[in-house]
C-alpha cells in the first residue's frame, strides 16, 4: 500500500518538476470560470513570447471561503484570486504561506478586478422590482445564496445592508428591517453563486435574482436571456476581488517569477480588455465601460462596514446578525 | 399443482402488487435514468461526444479509472480478510468489529472527506511529516484513493460474509484434517464457494468507487485536468451552464453504472448455473 | 485416507464438546489465519475508520462541555435533526414497504422485463449521488416534467422537504430490496403449503408464516436505508431549498459551519451523526443475530 502510494505521488509530481515549462496553479472562485480561463491562455502567450518559457495555469474554482479553506489545509495554489478579501485575509492568519501584509504587495490594495451587484428579473418586470426595498415586499420570491457558503451572497447581503443604512442616514434599524424581509422571501437559499443563477433561470423559481453583474451579463446573453430582463438598483456595492502571490508555496514550487509576472499581468492592458469582455471591471483609471454594463452608484466594504474583519464578526460569524434573523425555528 | 394454486395469490392481486411495485420503481429509478440520457443528448450525439472526448472529460475519465483500480482491490483483500475473521471464528468484540466495517456505509460523505482532510492536511497530526517528505496526498489523487477507499470499504466484506457465514465450517474443517494447508483450504476449499459473491461485491465497490461524489470533492482541490474525477466534472460543468455536457458526463457515468449492473447480472447468472 | 478424515473429525467434535464453555477457542485452533485475518482487518480499520475518527473526535473535544452542547443543541442545530432524522426515517419507510413489495414480487411472479428490473435495482449504489440530485431536481421543479404535473395539484417537491425525502428515498432504495430477496428467495415453500393446507388465508400466511421470516432482513435492509440517509450529502444540496431552520439537512449545517472556520463546531455535529448511526446499527446487528439464532 505504502509502495502503491509513493508511485502514485510520483506520478501526481512529475507534473511540476519540469524544466521547460513550468505549471502554477490559481485558485479561484465560481464566477471567473471564464474570465481565467481567456486570461490564461493570453498570459501564456505573452509570457512564452517574451521569456521562451511554457507556463500552464492550472485552475480550480469553488466557493471563495471554501477554496480558502482548502489553500490552508494544504492546496498547493501559486496564486490565489479570491472574491474577498476576507478569504485572503484568512489564508494569511491561518497559513505559513501568506504574510498579513499582502494586500499592499500590489496596486489599488491588490484588487485588480471589481464587480457589482445587481438584479435580474422575469421579461416584463411583473413584481415591479426597482430597487433594494422592493425585495423585502410580501409576494416577492427572492433568489440569493448563502452568505455562510458563498463571497457573492455576501456581497448581496452587505449591498442590502449598507443601501438601507445610507437611506437612513447610518441608522441600522431599516437595515435589520429590511434583511430580515429579503431573506424571509428566500424560498432556496443555495450554496453558491451559479447554483442561485441555474435555480432562478433553469427552474425558474423566484421573482427576482440578485447576483454578480459579470453573472447578470452572462445569463442575459445566454439561452434564456430573452426571458429576463436587468434591473440596476438605486445603490450597489462594489465587489473588489483581490488577488496574493502565495509567498510560501511559490517559494517551494520555485514559481515565484511565474507568480510574479502573472499577478502582474493581471493589470495589464489585454487582461483589463478581457475582463471587460466577460463582465468585470478593471480597476483603476481609464476605464472606458461597454453599454451593457450597468450605472450604479457603489459603495466599499472597508468604507461602509469598516473592513471585512469587522463585516464578518457583526454579521456572518455564528450567531452574528445573518443567523439571527434567519433562522426561525 | 394444487398445492401451488395454494400458495399462491389471486392473479388481481398478482397484477395489482406488480403493478405497485412498478410504479414505484418507474417515479423512482426509471424516470430519472431516463432523463439523464435525454438531456445529455439534447443538443444530439455530435455534441454529446465532443463533451465526453474533451480533454478535460478525457482526464477526468483516466482518473476516475485509476481510483478505482487502486482502491478496488485494497477493498478485496480487505473485505475477504475481515469475512473470514467474522466469519468462522467467534472472539470477543466480533459485534464491535462488524458495526465498525459497516460504519463507511453511514458516514456522511462529506465527514469522510473532512476526517482525512484534518488528519492528513497540512494542518493534521501528519501534516508536518508529509510536507517535510514532499508527500502531497489530500488535495491531490493519493487523497482521492484514500476517500474512495473509505466510502467502499464495507463492500466485498458485506457481500462475502453472509455466505461464508451460512456455509459453515465443516468442508474447511474437512481439509484442514486431510493435510491441506491453511492457504491451500482457503483457496482450493473457501474461495471456489464464494467466488460469486465475491465478484458480486468488487462489482459493487467499483461502481461506488467510480461514483462517488461527496467524500471525493472535499480531499479534491478541483483542479482542472488534474484530480477532477467524473462526478466532480458534472459539477464543473453544471456551474459552467454547461447543462448539457454536464448530463453528457452523467450519462456516461450511468452508463458505466449500467455496464457495471449487466456484469453483476451476468455473475448471478454464472452463480446460480454453477 | 477418507476414513481418517472422518476419524479426526470426530475426534475433533469430541475435543469441542469438552472445550464447550470457550466455543471461540475450538474454532481457533481448527481453522487457521485468524491471526492474519485479524491482523489485515485491524490494520485496515485502523487506518481508515479507526484513525481519522479518533481526528474527528480529539477536534470536538478542544470544545468545552459547554461548548460543545451549545454547538450541539442550538435552534438551527434541532431543527437540522429534525429535517435530517425525520426525512430519512420517511424515506427508509417508504423503502421498507416498496422495497418488500419489489423484492416480492421480483422473487415470486414472473412477467416481461423481469431480469432487467432486478438489474436495475442496484443503480443508486452506482449513480453519483450529484447525478441523482441534479436530475430529480430538474424532474420535480416546477418547469420539469413531473413538477409540471404535480405543482398544480399543490404538491411542491423540488426545494421542500418531501424534495429532501424523495432523494433520500432513490439513495436508499436497493437496501430493502437486496436484504429481503435473498431470504424471500430461499424461503421453504413447504411452510406456506402447510399454512395453507391448515386452511390458512393467504393473506394470513404472509403475516403468519412468510413476514416472520424476513423480518431480520427487513429490519437490516431498513437500518442502512436509514443511515445511508442520513448522512447523504450529494443530492440534497441540489434538491432541497437549503433554508437554515427550515429545509438545512445536517451535513450541509456541518458544511457551513466549515465555511466560517469552525472545525470544533462542524465536527461536533459530525459526531452526533456519527453515534446515532453507529449505535443504530451496533443494534440493529445484535438484534439480528439473536432473531436468527432464536429462529434457528
Redo the contacts between chains.
Keep these: 500500500?505504502r509502495a502503491?502510494?509513493v508511485s502514485?505521488?510520483l506520478?501526481?509530481?512529475c507534473?511540476k518538476g519540469d524544466a521547460k515549462t513550468v505549471t502554477i496553479?490559481n485558485v479561484s472562485f465560481?464566477p471567473t470560470?471564464?474570465l481565467y480561463e481567456e486570461l490564461n491562455a493570453a498570459f501564456s502567450r505573452e509570457y512564452a513570447a517574451k521569456t521562451g518559457v511554457t507556463v500552464t495555469v492550472?485552475?480550480?474554482?469553488?466557493?471563495s471561503?471554501?477554496q480558502a479553506?482548502?489553500v490552508?489545509?494544504?492546496?498547493?495554489a501559486d496564486v490565489v484570486t479570491l472574491a474577498l478579501a476576507y478569504d485572503i485575509d484568512?489564508i494569511a492568519s491561518?497559513?505559513k504561506a501568506l504574510k498579513a501584509d499582502w494586500s499592499q504587495r500590489l496596486p489599488r490594495g491588490s484588487v485588480p478586478f471589481s464587480s457589482t451587484i445587481v438584479f435580474v428579473v422575469r421579461k416584463g418586470n411583473p413584481k415591479g422590482i426597482a430597487d433594494w426595498e422592493d425585495l423585502a415586499k410580501p409576494g416577492v420570491q427572492v433568489i440569493t445564496p448563502?452568505p455562510?457558503?458563498s463571497g457573492g451572497a455576501r456581497y448581496n447581503y452587505l449591498a442590502a445592508y449598507g443601501s438601507a443604512q445610507r437611506k437612513a442616514g447610518g441608522d441600522e434599524g431599516p437595515a435589520k428591517a429590511l434583511v430580515k424581509g429579503i431573506y424571509t422571501n428566500?424560498?432556496?437559499?443555495?450554496?453558491?453563486a451559479?447554483?442561485s443563477?441555474?435555480?432562478f433561470v433553469?427552474?425558474?423559481?423566484g421573482d427576482v435574482l440578485v447576483t454578480w453583474e459579470s453573472d447578470a451579463l452572462?445569463?442575459l446573453a445566454?439561452r434564456q436571456g430573452a426571458e429576463l430582463e436587468l434591473v440596476v438598483p438605486s445603490v450597489s456595492i462594489l465587489a473588489e476581488m483581490p488577488v496574493a502571490v502565495l509567498d510560501g508555496n511559490v517559494e517551494k514550487h520555485g514559481t515565484r517569477a511565474v507568480a510574479e509576472a502573472y499577478v502582474q499581468f493581471l493589470y495589464s492592458e489585454a487582461a483589463r480588455g478581457i475582463a471587460v469582455k466577460h463582465g468585470f471591471r478593471p480597476t483603476g483609471d481609464g476605464v472606458v465601460l461597454p453599454e451593457r454594463f450597468v450605472k450604479v452608484e457603489t459603495f466599499g466594504v472597508d468604507a461602509q462596514f469598516g473592513g471585512w474583519a469587522k463585516a464578518q464578526a457583526a454579521h456572518?460569524?455564528?450567531k452574528a446578525q445573518f443567523?439571527q434573523l434567519?433562522?426561525?425555528? | 399443482m394444487r398445492e401451488r394454486a395454494a400458495t399462491r395469490e389471486p392473479v388481481w392481486v398478482r397484477r395489482a402488487l406488480i403493478a405497485a411495485a412498478l410504479a414505484f420503481l418507474a417515479l423512482f429509478l426509471f424516470v430519472p435514468v431516463i432523463a439523464v440520457f435525454a438531456s445529455a443528448f439534447a443538443e444530439g450525439p455530435l455534441k454529446w461526444l465532443s463533451a465526453v472526448t474533451d480533454r478535460e472529460s478525457l482526464s477526468a475519465i483516466t482518473l476516475t479509472l485509476l481510483t478505482a483500480l487502486?482502491a478496488v482491490p485494497?477493498n478485496l483483500v480487505f473485505g475477504v480478510a475481515a469475512a473470514w475473521l467474522i466469519a468462522k471464528f467467534r472472539f470477543p468484540g466480533r459485534s464491535v468489529l462488524l458495526t465498525l466495517v459497516d460504519l463507511p456505509f453511514s458516514i456522511s460523505p462529506v465527514i469522510a472527506g473532512l476526517m482525512f482532510?484534518m488528519l492528513l492536511?497540512?494542518?493534521g497530526p501528519f501534516?508536518g511529516l508529509l510536507?517535510a517528505h514532499?508527500?502531497?496526498?489530500?488535495?491531490?489523487?493519493?487523497g482521492i484513493?484514500i476517500a474512495t477507499v473509505f466510502v467502499t470499504f464495507p463492500f466485498v466484506a458485506r457481500e462475502v460474509l453472509p455466505l461464508m457465514q451460512s456455509q459453515g465450517n465443516d468442508q474447511e474443517e474437512a481439509a484442514l484434517t486431510l493435510g491441506a494447508s491453511g492457504w491451500q483450504t482457503f483457496f482450493k476449499v473457501t474461495l471456489p464457494r464464494v467466488k460469486w459473491a465475491l465478484l458480486y461485491g468488487v462489482v459493487l465497490c467499483n461502481a461506488r468507487a467510480m461514483g462517488e461524489f461527496g467524500a471525493v470533492s472535499v480531499v479534491s482541490?478541483?483542479?482542472?485536468?488534474?484530480t477532477n474525477t467524473l462526478p466532480l466534472h458534472v459539477e464543473?460543468l453544471?456551474?459552467?451552464?454547461q447543462?448539457t455536457g454536464a448530463f453528457a458526463v452523467a450519462s456516461l457515468l450511468t452508463f458505466l453504472a449500467l455496464v457495471t449492473l449487466g456484469v453483476k447480472k451476468v455473475v448471478e447468472w454464472r452463480a446460480a448455473a454453477t | 485416507m477418507r476414513n481418517d478424515g472422518a476419524v479426526a473429525r470426530r475426534e475433533t467434535v469430541a475435543i469441542a464438546q469438552k472445550s464447550s464453555l470457550s466455543p471461540f477457542l475450538r474454532r481457533r485452533r481448527v481453522l487457521p489465519g485468524f491471526g492474519l485475518s485479524l491482523a489485515i482487518t485491524g490494520l485496515a480499520l485502523t487506518v481508515v475508520v479507526l484513525l481519522p475518527l479518533t481526528g474527528l473526535f480529539v477536534k470536538t473535544f478542544s470544545l468545552s462541555g459547554a461548548e460543545l452542547w451549545e454547538k450541539v443543541s442550538d435552534?438551527?442545530a434541532?431543527?437540522a435533526y429534525r429535517l435530517s432524522f425525520g426525512a430519512a426515517l420517511g424515506a427508509a419507510l417508504v423503502n421498507a414497504v416498496f422495497g418488500l413489495l419489489v423484492a416480492w414480487v421480483l422473487v415470486r411472479y414472473r412477467f416481461p422485463g423481469r431480469a432487467l428490473i432486478d438489474a436495475l435495482v442496484d443503480l443508486p449504489f452506482a449513480l453519483p449521488t450529484a447525478v441523482a440530485g441534479l436530475t430529480l431536481?430538474?424532474l420535480y421543479?416546477?418547469?420539469?416534467p413531473l413538477g409540471r404535473v404535480l405543482e398544480p395539484l399543490g404538491v411542491q417537491v423540488?426545494?421542500t422537504a418531501l424534495g429532501v425525502a424523495v432523494a433520500l428515498t432513490f439513495v436508499g432504495l436497493p437496501f430493502v430490496v437486496r436484504t429481503v430477496q435473498p431470504v424471500l428467495e430461499e424461503l421453504d415453500p413447504s411452510l406456506e403449503e402447510a399454512a395453507a393446507t391448515l386452511g390458512a388465508s393467504r393473506l394470513t400466511t404472509f403475516r403468519r408464516v412468510v413476514f416472520p421470516a424476513i423480518f431480520p432482513a427487513l429490519l437490516t435492509g431498513f437500518t442502512l436505508a436509514f443511515a445511508r440517509a442520513l448522512g447523504e450529502y450529494g443530492s440534497i444540496?441540489?434538491i432541497s431549498?437549503?433554508?437554515?431552520?427550515?429545509t438545512e439537512i445536517v451535513p450541509?449545517l456541518i458544511?457551513?459551519?466549515?465555511?466560517?472556520?469552525?472545525y470544533a463546531?462542524a465536527t461536533a455535529l459530525a459526531v452526533v451523526m456519527l453515534a446515532t448511526s453507529f449505535v443504530l446499527l451496533f443494534v440493529v446487528n445484535v438484534l439480528q443475530r439473536k432473531m436468527l439464532v432464536q429462529r434457528a
Design positions: 500500500m502503491l502510494l502514485l505521488l506520478l501526481a509530481g507534473a496553479l465560481d470560470r471564464e492550472n485552475q480550480s474554482h469553488g466557493g471561503g471554501k479553506r482548502a490552508i489545509d494544504g492546496l498547493e484568512a491561518k497559513s448563502n455562510k457558503t428566500v424560498p432556496v437559499l443555495d450554496t453558491g451559479r447554483g443563477t441555474t435555480t433553469e427552474r425558474g423559481i452572462l445569463v445566454g456572518f460569524d455564528d443567523d434567519a433562522v426561525k425555528p | 487502486i485494497l482532510v492536511g497540512k494542518n501534516g510536507e514532499h508527500l502531497q496526498i489530500i488535495f491531490a489523487p493519493p484513493v482541490g478541483h483542479i482542472r485536468g488534474l464543473i453544471y456551474n459552467e451552464y447543462f | 435552534a438551527r434541532l431543527a431536481t430538474a421543479a416546477k418547469n420539469g423540488a426545494f444540496v441540489f431549498g437549503n433554508l437554515p431552520g427550515k450541509l458544511v457551513t459551519r466549515l465555511e466560517q472556520y469552525d463546531g
